[in-house]
Structures are given as structure tokens and as C-alpha cells.
């Protein structure tokens, strides 16, 4: 890598992929070790419904190993929770942006089941957003974004915008981004944006994805106390090889609260939901 990080994520890889998909998500029921996990979740129309293949788990950010039912259906339940908050909202959901949307865990959700929903994705990494635009529903349109925080999209589009786990990795032009969300959404439009914060450091143990990396990250003792306190409103951990370039962005929640809401009314905030990181919910002034 030439140090420049922009670049690496952008255009990670010219590479072509092959591309084998996985068949569609019903016939990964039975082997999946965590279908338990789902039985609250009314899944069964719309498994039946969903034809469309699933990504393998390298073209899907490693998301559930090979539990391929219950990627599926994470992105199944999301949806749920998205559309029941919009309800709670009083906003009526007629088009949506899943920013940073990588092999489509919700949109396809939104392309099979709400098919009445305009639904955009966008990614900054190509490959996801040819791997949406092959084997996902043709209603469904996926673009790629630049890392300059610029949207293909006019003013005053969206009812409803997500991003999980993308702000967790936006180091550069955070608020940028927020005010090119702001610009997209209609008035009184939501964002739903999860976020690592202090208290999701607070609460991080060796069961947590990131538990491992934050732990052996070279400048963990510079830059946090053993219970994993930090100073600032901020903390940054980039991860950085020859061939590969990350980061995690952890956020005080006074400083989310602070500065955030200069954007946008803030609605809601949940800790640990989902699991490991906080939700944001965000409303551009009616
Ligand atoms: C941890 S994955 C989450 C994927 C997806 N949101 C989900 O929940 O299944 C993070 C995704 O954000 C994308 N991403 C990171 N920075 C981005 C940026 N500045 N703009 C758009 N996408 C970005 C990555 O390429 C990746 O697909």
C-alpha cells in the first residue's frame, strides 16, 4: 500500500471476482449451529419468498462464518426493527438508503418483502456493489460512493436511511457524511446509525468480535486504561499492513450527543442494540 488509505478502500482491488453464490437462504436452515437464535422471528413467508442466492462469507464481510441462515435472517430482523421504528416515528417509509449496504444483509430484505419501498444500497468497496447489482432483485439499485462524502442522489429523496457498522469505521469526514445524509433525506426523515462508543468499550469482553483486536492493537496501553477508559471524544484504532488498511472509531456518547445533534434532532439512543455496538436515531427537522 502507498500509505493512501483512500485509495486502498476505494478501489480495494481491481481484481475481478468469480463470484460463486450460495444457494438461497431456506436450504441453510437446518446446519446452521445458531437457528435457535431465530425463533421469535416470523421468518417463514419470507424465506420462501427469497429465491435470490446469498454471498459467500468473504463477500459478505465475514458476517456469521458459515452460518449462512442466520446472516439471512440478521439482516431479516434488522429490517423489522427498522420498519417498526419508522412506525413508532410516525414516518412512512416509501424510499430507503442502506449506506455502506456491502452484499445487501438488508436490502435484499427490503427488494423481496417491501418491494413498494424505493431501496438504494451503496458501499464504497466495488465488489459489494457488483455482487448486489448480479444476484439481487432488479428493483434494487446499487451504487458505488467515493470517499469524499458525495451522493449520487438529489436533495429531499429518502424517508430512511441506515448505516451499521459504517460510522464504526469513518475516521475522515464524519460530519461531512452526516450533512450529505441530512441533505438526502426529506424533512422529518430518520437515519439509523450504529456506533462504537465508550460504554461499548466499557462492556467489550473476550466473547466481543473486536475484543481480540482492540486487545493486541500495538498502542492499546498508550491509548486506553486497562478498563479501557480513553481520554478525548474520540478514539481512533487504525489497523494498517502492507496489503490492508482499517480502523475502529469509538465515540464519547456526550460528544455524539453534542455534536450530532447540531445535524439532526436526536430521537433515540440504545445501548447494545444490536449487540455490540449503540444505536443512533437521527430526524432531519420537519
Ligand atoms: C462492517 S461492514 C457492514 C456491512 C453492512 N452495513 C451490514 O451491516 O451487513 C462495513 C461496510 O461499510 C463499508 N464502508 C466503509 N467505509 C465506507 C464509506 N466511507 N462509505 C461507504 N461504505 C463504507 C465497507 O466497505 C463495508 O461494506
Known sequence: MDGNWEN????????????????????????????????KLDFQDAVERDVFPLPRTADRE??????????????????KDLLDAAQ???????????????????????????PDVQTYGCDINRLHVEWCNRFLPSSIKVFQNHSIPTLPLPDNTLSLVSAYSVFTHIEAFETSWLMELRRVLKPGGIAWITVHTDATLKAMDEKWPLYRAVQRHPKRSELLSPSNEFVGDRLVLRYKTDTS?????FYRKEYLE?????????????????RFQDLIILQKSK
Open 8 to 39: 486502498f478502500i476505494s478501489l480495494n482491488s481491481h481484481e475481478e471476482s468469480t463470484f460463486e453464490t450460495l444457494p438461497a437462504a431456506a436450504t441453510h436452515y437446518e446446519a446452521d449451529q445458531w437457528k435457535r437464535t431465530w425463533e
Open 62 to 79: 465475514g458476517y456469521y462464518g458459515e452460518n449462512h441462515f442466520s446472516y439471512w435472517a440478521s439482516g431479516l430482523s434488522d429490517t
Open 88 to 114: 413508532l416515528h410516525d414516518v412512512e417509509i416509501e424510499s430507503y438508503l442502506d449506506f455502506g449496504c456491502a452484499s445487501g444483509r438488508l436490502i435484499r430484505h427490503f427488494g423481496v418483502q417491501h
Open 245 to 249: 488498511y482499517s480502523s475502529n472509531v
Open 258 to 274: 453534542r455534536n450530532w445533534s447540531r445535524f439532526f434532532d436526536i430521537l433515540d439512543f440504545r445501548h447494545r442494540f444490536p
